[in-house]
């Protein structure tokens, strides 16, 4: 028996019991190769979004929708309106269920199940660790790091937020606006990132299911996940990530306007305006490039541009740390870091109830809803790159690195900008209530190098939008193929124009007051799926664990070594597996609490859709 029948042998008793395929009943025309109802469906959606934002004040004055002013309500105000009520209703609710998610994400790392190994027992990664770092990073946040590392910091010096109780302006005002800062892109998003990352990678590889998120709900539907329960799963993933992704390229795509208008006012003898055709043009110019990215494929296109993307980000990193004041920007990374560890059990929680204040609608709340309705992109793309990983590895992979770096990158722009406005530098404050975009390139201002770091920070966030469009792509695809993973091209460049068209969308309809609010309205009903993912996935792998732990399981392990020469070690909680061939020479690979959900004695599958 070769070496792969006899992994698929080993690997094979964590499938799922079912004879559905992933995609088993697309239909496949024009090119196309998609899901009955999930594509139409989703397509459908994005485009009555796009006509009605487009005619929504022709449609007010049609119905007699009217606002304040007694004029036909625009998108504008209309959307401030759905964004005041969701997150003034429901902040609360999102500050409960990402807590919670923290508290899941974590207890799943530290716990038994850390052992289990996405894919299997003899499962490799399929990336190296940098590279793995390189694209979960980029696909996570870039854009919003370049976005608001100096804009939220100087933002809280002059509105400090209201849990804490100090005077405007003032040094403790700095530490507790970049301690607001780390809070908001700390461990809470990548908790949410590192769950659903977590349900899809263990559903698909250890069960043998859609890379889909119908898939990570087989626990309590069993073969349901492939009818309308599974479709509906589907369709809000889709709108969620189309949604949250859409958000984060306009708010790149506003920035790399404000970097050129910038640049163009210092450097050319004209200036290129800062205005919404202009950023609509570059929306359309940048997805043209994303799509020559979606040809190179995931590894000749995302993996290369992620890669990249870490060495510049590092590089501008550097140069900032070098030409800003170095020594109080280390100081400030050590003594925020300890104020953020300080004030988090307090800050997580607080909600603003007695303070009768609506701050955190603006900010927390927002941030939460972006990070749920984003979390389906990020997290089947790291699901994607991560088969081979232990769960353990793979949660405080995702879960600490990354907000490590991003505390990092907060405290040398962040605390860069803090120093210069507490210092009499000045303009910043001003810059930042002006267009918030702009605030990145007032720093480099005031810094040496300006041109320099200044192109470098339109050219990364440029490369951020490709690699966020390219992957949210492949993202969208496998959900609306039924889950299959490889799809024809023609599909991904379908999905990237709509992806810069949602873009364009927003900002033509609502500007920044759009982007808030697609990101927290299509994140609300997603939060209730999160809730029920860490149900299903406390399901699952209790009982992966459980069944390892058997005799049966031992048994099977057994009738494997003497039927099908492989030999395997089981010391403990592990599993070491040489698999060898009739060619010579054996490999060895290592898994860790690998288990299975059903009999293995009966050759393999799992048990009845009730169990998991």
């Known amino acids: ?13 964590f499938e799922a019991d079912t004879e559905r395929a992933p995609g088993d009943d697309n239909v496949r025309r024009w090119g196309f190769d998609v899901h009955p109802r999930v594509f139409p469906i989703a397509a ?7 006509v009605v934002t487009l005619l929504f004040g022709d449609i007010a004055a049609l119905v007699g929708l009217r606002g304040s002013n007694g004029d036909p309500m625009t998108a504008t105000a209309a959307f401030g309106a759905v964004l005041s009520a969701v997150s003034g209703t429901f902040g609360w609710f999102y500050i409960l269920a990402v807590n919670a998610f923290v508290v899941v994400v974590l207890a799943f790392a530290l716990s038994g199940f850390g052992n289990v190994r996405l894919g299997g027992p003899t499962a490799e990664p399929e990336f190296s660790d940098f590279a793995w770092y390189s694209m979960l990073f980029s696909a996570g946040m870039g854009i919003g790091l370049m976005f608001w590392s100096v804009g939220e910091p100087i933002t809280h010096l002059g509105t400090v937020p209201p849990f804490f109780d100090v005077q405007a302006g003032t040094a403790e005002a700095g530490r507790a606006a970049l301690g607001t800062t780390f809070f908001h892109w700390g461990l809470h998003p990548w908790a ?12 698909a590889y250890n069960r043998g299911l859609p890379l889909t998120f119908r898939s990570v709900f087989w626990p309590i539907l069993g073969e349901r996940i492939y009818d309308w329960p599974g479709d509906i799963i589907d369709v809000l993933a889709v709108v969620a990530t189309l949604f949250g992704l859409s958000t984060s390229l306009g708010l790149g795509v506003q920035q790399i306007n404000a970097g050129l208008t910038f640049l163009s006012g210092r450097y ?27 040809v190179a494929g995931l590894d000749g296109g995302v ?7 870490l060495y ?14 170095t ?3 280390l100081g400030t990374f050590v003594e925020t870091l300890g104020f953020y560890v300080n004030v988090l059990p307090e800050l997580a929680f607080w909600s603003e109830s007695f303070t009768g204040t609506s701050w955190q609608n603006t900010w927390t709340v927002f941030y939460w809803g972006w990070w749920v309705s984003w979390s389906p992109f990020v997290g089947m793309f790291i699901a994607r790159i991560s088969r081979g990983r232990t769960v353990r590895e793979f949660l405080l992979g995702v879960l600490v690195l990354p907000a490590l770096f991003s505390f990092l990158w907060m405290s040398v722009f962040g605390g860069s900008a803090l120093f210069v406005e507490l210092n009499g530098g000045g303009g910043l404050s001003g810059a930042v209530d002006s267009n918030v975009a702009t605030a990145m390139f007032e720093l480099f201002a005031a810094l040496p190098l300006t041109a320099v770091t200044s192109v470098v920070a339109v050219v990364l966030v440029t490369t951020f939008f490709v690699t966020s469009s390219d992957s949210g792509s492949l993202v969208v695809d496998h959900m609306t193929a039924g889950g299959k993973r490889e799809v024809p091209t023609a599909q991904r460049v379908f999905w990237a124009v709509a992806e810069g068209a949602i873009a364009a969308v927003l900002l033509i309809g609502g500007g920044l007051s759009a982007l808030r609010t697609a990101a927290i309205t299509t994140g609300l009903p997603f939060t209730f799926v999160l809730l029920l993912t860490c149900y299903t996935l406390y399901r699952g792998l209790s009982r992966e664990r459980e069944t390892l732990e058997s005799d049966r399981f031992r048994a ?3 009738r494997l070594v003497r039927d099908d020469d492989v030999e395997v070690r089981t010391s403990n909680d592990s599993v070491v597996t040489d698999v060898r061939n009739g060619a010579g020479g054996d490999r060895t690979r290592s898994g860790e609490d690998a288990t299975t959900s059903g009999d293995p004695t009966s050759g393999g599958g799992t048990t009845p859709a009730t169990d998991d």
């Open 192 to 203: 949410i990132y590192a769950l659903v990352g977590l349900g899809l990678a263990f559903f």
């Open 327 to 329: 020594v109080f920007l």
């Open 1 to 13: 028996m070769s070496e792969d029948d006899a992994e698929r042998r080993l690997n094979g008793v």
């Open 44 to 50: 459908g959606l994005t485009a009555l979004f796009i």
């Open 312 to 325: 510049v980000m590092g590089g501008l990193l550097g140069a900032t740390l070098l030409l800003g004041p």
């Open 303 to 309: 993996k290369r541009l992620s890669e990249l993307n």
């Open 556 to 558: 099977h392990v057994d």
């Open 268 to 294: 050319l003898p004209f200036s290129i305006p800062d205005a919404t055709f202009v950023q609509v043009g570059i929306i359309a110019v940048i997805t043209a490039i994303a799509t020559l990215s979606v």
